[in-house]
């Protein structure tokens, strides 16, 4: 008989009890481990946990005098079940985890008669595995993470060798305990432990990555399987894959998290997602009409793969102007090119053509373009334009109009590079139309409170329309801005060739009591202007 080595932890195990089973003897120590009186322990602690000092964890039990060997090759242990004080603790469902060079192991109880029945008893968890420069430390049930520490090369000025800096790390396990309760169909239990976690830290991260592993197995298992069966069969694996979806769904991050792991799988699989997650085109709606036009924007691939490029056009369509009415130029920008991009490639056969209403097909179902004919906005024309281009464009202008009318000009700039908007081709159609000024002296007025040039950016905004402005050779708008930009040297351009403006320039500074902070650079204009005249008359 081999002699055991020496122990070099151990703790004791408390039986499945409620908390008010403790003894007010009992104490909480710092690791959270119970240091329980012996009342407690009598009445409590049948089995206790020896870590020796080769790595062998084993299970005593304390009635019967018998050893179980569990495992080798570990170096730390948590004893969780029944070890926290606190109501939210979140490893409850678990016994005790271990490290060693498997990684981390987790323990839960046997769901027989007996928890701890070593048949089930233990389940190593992949997704428990820490990066192998990690090295845990400790366990917060309260938050159910693991804490650990690694290590990174930094450098200092007062050394010319590169130091090691250690780097506190955290690794959540709450992914893995709801999948450990839905496993064994403990679905109020799962739903009552999300709650509690509700407002943990990474719990949008967590259910992502539940999600996510549940849908891996589905459809690994898939794969496993497909020659095995002759039809379609309903696999625990995809009911796993159900409850999910239907624990998830409780939370307001649901949207979010589905179309998160769809964007992390292949296409292909998208089908099985979300025929447990719900139709795409339904959760679409859902974002829509919820404002959340990011997430919206997600799902508009996964439109155009299950539901096709003709739905997937019409949701990016009425995405652009709900974006464009909000203001968010970048997701506007980025909608723009799926749709240029998708009517580019967008071709629709004879006979699908033919079974649908004409009214249905002029509201979202377009031709594309020859394919010799580069799809750009700056220089084709509408007659040139596909229906489905036109309606984009169409959409932009009409922004660009609104925007314009209203001399929102520093919206109008993150609109043009938000969506690279030909903004020299508007100005020059709509030179008499929404781009008129009614006056030099209202528009000085309303542009400058609009535009607010005391802040930098208002100042570039400005910047780049004057540079715009100059392109078309717009000059009421290059003397408004270069008026409140204080760019003399672009005004004495244009006044030296046209004096008629000059004088009407300065009659209106001098007039308006509003304009006397553009004395000085009037008093300058005017002696420049003299300068000039004199060379020329010598």
Known sequence: MTAKKHPVAMRFIPDHLPREAFSSSDKISSNNHVEA?????????????ILRMNGELSLLDLDEGSEHELTDAVELFWVTSGQSEEKTNLVNEVSWLDYGHRGMQVWYPSPGSDPFQLQDFLQLDPELEFDREVYPLGLLPSVGVVVGVSHRMSFSASTEFPCSEP???????????????????????????????????????????????????????????????????????????EQTCHLIRHFPEYLDVVVSVARKTDGRHWADLFAAAGRSTDLFEECFQRRWYRTAACYILVIAKLEGPAVSQYSALRLLQATLDESMYDLAGELVRFLLRSGRDYELTTAETEKMPQRFLDSFLFRP?????????????????????????????????????????SKLVAFVKGTQFDLVEYLQRER????????????????????????????????????????????????????????????????????????AYSSTLRSQPDFKEYKDLLKSLEERLSSVSNEVQG
């Open 37 to 49: 009186g012996p009342e407690t322990l009598h009445r409590q602690s049948k089995r206790c946990l």
């Open 167 to 241: 780097v506190p790390q955290a690794q959540t396990i709450l992914h893995c305990l709801l999948r450990h309760l839905l496993q064994r169909d403990k679905t109020n239990e799962a739903l009552g432990l999300a709650r509690l976690s509700a407002n943990k830290p990474h719990f949008s991260h967590c259910l992502e990555w539940l999600l996510f592993t549940v849908f891996d197995a589905d459809i690994s298992s898939q794969n496993t399987n497909k020659n095995n069966y002759s039809g379609p069969v309903k696999s625990s694996a995809s009911s796993l894959l």
């Open 369 to 409: 373009a020859s394919q010799k004919q580069a799809v750009d906005l700056k220089c084709a024309s509408n007659k040139e334009l596909s229906a489905h281009i036109a309606s984009v464009k169409s959409i932009l202008e009409n922004h660009a109009s609104y925007l314009m009318s209203g001399k929102e000009l």
């Open 432 to 503: 008499n139309g929404s781009a008129r000024l009614e006056s030099f002296a209202s528009g000085l007025q309303i542009i400058g409170q609009k535009l607010g040039m005391e802040m930098l950016q208002s100042r570039l905004d400005a910047e780049f329309l004057l540079a715009h402005m100059c392109t078309v050779g717009f000059k009421e708008w290059i003397v408004v801005l270069a008026t409140l930009l204080r760019r003399a040297e672009v005004l004495l351009d244009l006044f030296r060739d046209d004096m008629r403006l000059w004088k």
